[in-house]
């Protein structure tokens, strides 16, 4: 061989070890958790979210995927996506306003007509202008996406009317809204992490618990309750959550990338939410519960006419109405 084409040779070997090098060193790897199961209504969003965010980066990004509570329970990851120390998270809302207080008013108990109600709020004006509340808290809000319709279950006996629910012991998220709420029907409220409660449920530290079917579901709460009612009194929106220091530093095609990427991961999450409500009832009956689903919600409205007044008071019942009316 000559040495010019020696030199050549050993340049283009060398490029090419730069080359590979470059590309091994691009791929940014990144964690995104849940608290409840893969098979589940948030195990899609963050599969799909997965899925799109490596293709519309073309694998420079690569997204893990945890399910379970793997990486804490919810407050633990948002904490953890709040310091940087995990990038990525989709939780419901229940411990959201420990961090963004303004998002509690998406709590209060029979805000929204139903789902196609609340999902025009969240996608429209109203949320939107709730997503940009995350950042000065050191969040990047993506998306919102849905936990589902909360329903009552419990092992002692079927709640058909508020007052059934009167010294019943029942789990809570970590919210001061459905505390408040809760307290208002007479509940003995435990807030707990959502990772403790089916040992909770089958130790009888507490008689029930509140969750969208999804949930119940995926979480097989069925083993360990008895009685579900279909009160329907909170819709949970979920949410897909970025430390804000990772996404200022995409480029402007990339941050692009991962907003549309939450889009799709919403889609499949509520098309799931749609889907389980559906069959969710007949699914549970079928496994040996009891269930109530022709509650009169009128009677829950009325008894919670004090905590109304209390979140009247805190949030303007002005600010409640522009979203209870929203069309």
Known sequence: MNLNRRFTAIGLACGMALTLGLSAQAQTNMKISIAVGQNSHQGVAIDVFAKEVEKRTAGRYKVQTFYSGALGGEREYIEAVQLGTQELAFSSTGPVPNFVPETKILDIPFLFRDKAHARAVLDGPIGQEMLAKFEPKGFKALAWGENGVRHMTNSKRAVNAPEDLKGLKM???????????????GIVTTPMAFPEVFTALQQGTVDGQENPLSVIMASKFDQVQKHLSLTGHVYSPGIFLMTKAAYDKLSADDKKA???????????????????DAKGVTELRSKGMNVVDNVDKAKFVAALAPVYAEFDKQFGKATIDRIRNFK
């Not at 789990?171 to 029907?185: D, I, L, Q, S």
Request: net charge neutral; aromatic share 8%.
């Open 171 to 185: 789990r809570t998220m970590e919210n001061p809204v459905h505390v408040a709420a809760y307290k208002g029907f």
């Open 258 to 276: 991962f907003l549309e990427a939450a889009k799709e991961g919403v889609k499949a999450n509520r098309a799931r939410v749609d889907e389980d």
